[in-house]
């Protein structure tokens, strides 16, 4: 008998144990990932390049600068946020396919001034 109990107690400390860090997959199917750091200052983003996994991408911005700052990323419609004042963090989630994109402050002035990043998506 109590061989048996120890025997249970394994297998449900194994099963425990192999459950644990697993976060549930969301409704696409894909585990979240953690949001990659962009730092937007006069008139750069860092790091550049950005080399993430393809699929869904969040970016999180930090305006360590003096001015507002925007974050897009071209070719994505509507995947921009504005508005993100010095000291600021915004978000910005994308999904994203293998490719190379340019991510820009749209403010007037801004990108021409070299606030671009270059964005490799990896498969």
């Given at each position: 008998?109590?061989?048996?109990?120890?025997?249970?107690?394994l297998?449900?400390?194994?099963?425990?144990?192999?459950?644990?860090?697993?976060?549930?997959?969301?409704?696409?199917?894909?585990?979240?990932?953690?949001?990659?750091?962009?730092?937007?200052?006069?008139?750069?983003?860092?790091?550049?390049?950005?080399?993430?996994?393809?699929?869904?991408?969040?970016?999180?911005?930090?305006n360590?600068?003096?001015?507002?700052?925007?974050?897009?990323?071209?070719?994505?419609?509507?995947?921009?946020?504005?508005?993100?004042?010095?000291?600021?963090?915004?978000?910005?989630?994308?999904?994203?396919?293998?490719?190379?994109?340019?991510?820009?402050?749209?403010?007037?002035?801004?990108?021409?001034?070299?606030?671009?990043?270059?964005?490799?998506?990896?498969?």
């Amino acid at each position: 008998m109590r061989n048996s109990l120890v025997a249970v107690l394994l297998v449900a400390a194994a099963l425990g144990t192999a459950a644990c860090g697993r976060r549930p997959a969301p409704p696409g199917g894909e585990a979240p990932r953690p949001p990659i750091d962009v730092v937007a200052a006069e008139w750069t983003f860092q790091p550049s390049p950005l080399t993430v996994h393809a699929g869904p991408v969040t970016f999180r911005i930090r305006n360590q600068g003096v001015v507002d700052h925007n974050f897009g990323v071209e070719g994505r419609p509507g995947a921009e946020v504005d508005g993100i004042k010095p000291g600021e963090s915004k978000t910005l989630s994308v999904r994203l396919d293998p490719g190379t994109y340019t991510a820009y402050c749209s403010l007037p002035g801004h990108r021409e001034a070299g606030m671009v990043a270059e964005v490799r998506a990896a498969p």
